[in-house]
């Protein structure tokens, strides 16, 4: 059976459609060295998949096909997106990237325009592109990432809940205590995050550890709720408990900020922390080692996002989102809403991050 026999062929190329639907391109190298066979095996698999109009060829490589391909008419290509979407993210740098690529894919295979639009954690800014994007009437729906804690974010989610058109929220979800019936989401786990961070230090022979969250991230709640059930659930203490913006800060102010937390830790007799997000565990990890620290002998970290903490010395252990799979099942719920109206059931989904361990939590605590 030759290489590109059945069912090896249809395999690869299967594969490489995966690929695509889950990052947008692919390169030839990457998959043939994945694989385990010839760049040249990859390009005729690449090169059938254009023929039949499923994805446009680049240098190196091919993404999803692209609307602007017309080197081969196919049904898909000829006719019009079914719906146009838009989709409004607190931020076009951190975090969201990687959400935008997983909701770009999706929208591909679902024949949906994504009209993307970035605004900033301010509310009314918020509120002023996701109503820009309403007033046009050119969008059939709303997938948005809002403020939502405090009387300003409840009232943006009732306005959100109210709107004619519907509404999924991605990384965000509606306070039960308000009643909304409309709204749907798709979310990562964070509550589970914590105490999955928790429960890996605990095995790790670690009972005195310390919380540090990001004071503007509305993730931090949900991650404080998971990590002090855990620490009531497994008796370990959690004495430090710190909310702020590292990475806002600049110069004294940082660097006071960061001695403050390191005495803390210190004085506590703590061992072990939970650091949200990975710039502020990063830099937490850094000036540790400038003030004399071993790492992670004598303080173990735990990130949480896995966006750079992999790069950091001693490499980070990391709890990851599933940030493209996020993005997907957002516009995979939006189109089926949109295809079959009113009558289909609210969703509202949690994906469960994953816990990457690696070199920063591998040892057992010093003794006191």
Known sequence: ?????????????????????????VRVSDLAR????????????????????LVTRVHGGATLRSALDT?????????????RVGMVVP????????IIVGARAAATEQRMQLALRGASYAIDDQRRQIASLVDSGGVHGLIVAPENAGAEGHAMLEWLD??????????????????LTRLEWVTTDHDFGGELALRHLAARGHRRVGIITSAQSPTSAQLRRGWF??????????????STSLDLLQGAERSAALDG????????????????????AVLLQQFAADRGWALPDELAIVAYDDEIAEGADPPLTALRPAKEHVGRRAVEVMAARLAEGAHRPIERLQIVPQLRERDSTRTTPREA
């Open 1 to 25: 059976m030759t290489d590109d026999s059945r069912p090896f062929g249809l395999s690869r190329r299967e594969h490489i459609m995966d690929e695509l639907r889950r990052t947008g391109s």
């Open 34 to 53: 994945e694989l385990g066979v010839a760049e040249l095996t990859i390009r005729r698999d690449i090169g059938r998949l254009a023929d039949e109009g």
């Open 71 to 83: 080197t081969v008419p196919t049904r898909a290509a000829a006719s019009a997106p079914r719906f």
């Open 91 to 98: 931020s076009l740098n951190y975090y969201w990237p990687q």
């Open 162 to 179: 109210a709107l004619p058109i519907p509404v999924v929220l991605v990384e965000r979800r509606s306070p039960a205590a308000l009643g």
């Open 229 to 242: 059930r855990a620490v009531d659930e497994l008796g370990v203490a959690s004495p430090v408990d710190v």
């Open 261 to 280: 937390m390191l005495d803390a830790i210190r004085a506590e007799g703590c061992t072990a922390a939970l650091v949200h997000s990975d710039p502020q």
